[in-house]
Structure formats: structure tokens, C-alpha cells
Nanobody, 114 residues
Framework: QVQLVESGGGLGQPGGSLRLSCAAS????????MGWYRQAPGKERELVAT??????TNFADSVKGRFTISKDNARTVYLQMYSLKPEDTAVYYC?????????WGQGTQVTVSS
């Protein structure tokens, strides 16, 4: 059983910053990649950023230069969001890929508004 616990969402102001965390636990032997996706109202879920076991990162064009992704050990991943925009408002989901299988967190709401 794999569990993902997200934290750090909430209200951010335009131009401000927020940090999301996701801690994985459970029967995990080898993580291929971790990342963040988001889903805004009326839109499909989209990739935000991913980081592989080796540390390679990938970002959506809409967040490049504003967001960073990092991991402090094999099981915790962070999304640091800077220069927030109203269009960043969405539910953010943590994603974990283990042996080719996807696991998802419950999601954390991020709202960017003044």
C-alpha cells in the first residue's frame, strides 16, 4: 500500500510564493519519478513538474522559471512556487511512479487571489 500525503496549499497572492510538500510512505522499493500535476475548474489535469530518481526535472512551459521541484530524500518531494499568477489556481496533485504504476495524492487546493 502506497500513501501520499500532501501539504502546503492555501491562499497565495499574485506575485507571492507557496511551497507544496508530498511525503510518500508504504511498500515502496524503487521510485522512478515523483511530481506534481494540477487541475483547474473545468479543465483537464495537467503536468506541472516532475523529478526523476536521478534528479532530472521537467516543467510545464507555463511554470518554467517560476516553479522549482526538489526532493530531500527518496520519498519526499517539494514544489516551490514563485511569482504566483491567478491562473495557477487549481487543485495540485502529487504523483509517484513506482515500477511503472502511478499513485496519486488526494490533492491540495492552491488559490491565487488578491
Amino acid at each position: 500500500q502506497v500513501q501520499l500525503v500532501e501539504s502546503g496549499g492555501g491562499l497565495g497572492q499574485p506575485g507571492g510564493s507557496l511551497r507544496l510538500s508530498c511525503a510518500a510512505s508504504g511498500n515502496i522499493f524503487s521510485i522512478n519519478a515523483m511530481g506534481w500535476y494540477r487541475q483547474a475548474p473545468g479543465k483537464e489535469r495537467e503536468l506541472v513538474a516532475t523529478i526523476t530518481r536521478g534528479g532530472s526535472t521537467n516543467f510545464a512551459d507555463s511554470v518554467k522559471g517560476r516553479f522549482t521541484i526538489s526532493k530531500d530524500n527518496a520519498r519526499t518531494v517539494y514544489l516551490q512556487m514563485y511569482s504566483l499568477k491567478p491562473e495557477d489556481t487549481a487543485v495540485y496533485y502529487c504523483n509517484l511512479v513506482v515500477a511503472g504504476k502511478d499513485y496519486w495524492g488526494q490533492g491540495t487546493q492552491v488559490t491565487v487571489s488578491s
